[in-house]
C-alpha cells in the first residue's frame, strides 16, 4: 500500500504543534504548580517525553511542510518516457508555485500566480486516479486543437517544427520547435506512426501532455488532458543523477527545462 506522504507530514506538523502548544498555554503550569521544592528553591519540572520529542520535532516539520507544499519539492524520474530530457533515475526540482500557490493533500489553489505555457515540463497527477505522479510536456493549451499524425505534431492547423539532429538506432532525435521553447525527442525508428494518433479539442481549464519520448510515452493522446486542479508543479532542474550518485551532486536546466 502507498503511503500518503504529504498527509503524514500534515498530521504529524499539526498534532505535534497542538501538543507544544497545549504545554505552553496549560501543561506547563500546572507541573511548576505541582513541582517539589528545595533548599535552593522551585526544582524545574521534567517535560512529558511526548512535549519534549513534539517541542523538537514540530520546527523541523513545519519548515519541511511549507517547503514542500509552497516553494520547492523533489521528485525523481520512474521512467524514460521524458527521453533524451531527462533519464530514468533523474531527480529533480520542481517549483510549486510557479503555476498559484495550492493547500497540500488538496491541492486547492490558494493564490493564483501564472499558468502553464506551451513547452513547460510539468509535474501532475494522473487524471485516471488522481494520486499518481506524471510528468510529461505542456503541447496543448486551454482552447487547441492538437493533431498527431504520422509522427507530425500539429497545433491549430500549424505543423510544429522540428529538424533532424541524429539517428542513434533504434531511435532518431529531431529537436522540435515550440516557439519560445526548443527541445529534443526520440522518434523510434522502424515502428509505424499509427500509435496515439488523432485530434483532439483542448477544452478550458485543461492541458494536452506528451512525452519527449514520442514511441513511449503513456500520455493525453491515449487518457486525454490534464484538469488545472491536479497540476502539482513546473519542473525547473536536474540536480543528481542516478549514475552520478558516488559523486557530486550536480545541478543543471536542460532540454526545455527553465
Known amino acids: 500500500m502507498d503511503i500518503d506522504f504529504p498527509l503524514v507530514l500534515v498530521v504529524l506538523t499539526f498534532a505535534s504543534g497542538l501538543v507544544w502548544l497545549a504545554d505552553i498555554l496549560f501543561l506547563r503550569k500546572r507541573r511548576l504548580l505541582a513541582s517539589e521544592t528545595d533548599v535552593a528553591g522551585k526544582k524545574a519540572p521534567k517535560e512529558p517525553y511526548l512535549v519534549d520529542i513534539s517541542r523538537s520535532f514540530f520546527p523541523v516539520l513545519a519548515i519541511v511542510l511549507i517547503l514542500r507544499s509552497f516553494l520547492v519539492e523533489p521528485f525523481q524520474i520512474p521512467s524514460g518516457s521524458m527521453l533524451p530530457t531527462l533519464e530514468v ?5 520542481v517549483n510549486k508555485y510557479a ?3 495550492r493547500l497540500p493533500v488538496s491541492g486547492t489553489k490558494i493564490l493564483d500566480i501564472g499558468d502553464p505555457a506551451r513547452g513547460d515540463v510539468m509535474v501532475f497527477r494522473y487524471p485516471k486516479d488522481g494520486e499518481t505522479n506524471y510528468i510529461k510536456r505542456v503541447i496543448g493549451l486551454p482552447g487547441d486543437t492538437v493533431r498527431y499524425r504520422d509522427k507530425q505534431l500539429f497545433i491549430n492547423g500549424q505543423q510544429v517544427g522540428s529538424e533532424f539532429v541524429v539517428r542513434l538506432p533504434p531511435v532518431e532525435v529531431r529537436r522540435e520547435d515550440l516557439g519560445k521553447v ?3 525527442i526520440f522518434l523510434t525508428m522502424g515502428r509505424p506512426g499509427a500509435a496515439g494518433e488523432g485530434e483532439w479539442e483542448i477544452p478550458e481549464g485543461h492541458y494536452f501532455m506528451m512525452g519527449d519520448n514520442r514511441d513511449n510515452s503513456n500520455d493525453s493522446r491515449y487518457w486525454g488532458t490534464v484538469p488545472e486542479e491536479l497540476i502539482v508543479g513546473k519542473a525547473f532542474a536536474i540536480w543528481m543523477h ?3 550518485l558516488t559523486s557530486l551532486p550536480s545541478f ?3 532540454g526545455g527545462i527553465e
Do not use: M, N, P
Not at 89 to 93: A, K, M, P, T, W
Open 89 to 93: 533515475g533523474d531527480f529533480i526540482l
Open 242 to 244: 542516478w549514475q552520478s
Open 252 to 254: 543543471k536546466r536542460v
Open 99 to 101: 503555476y498559484g500557490l
Open 182 to 184: 526548443e527541445h529534443d
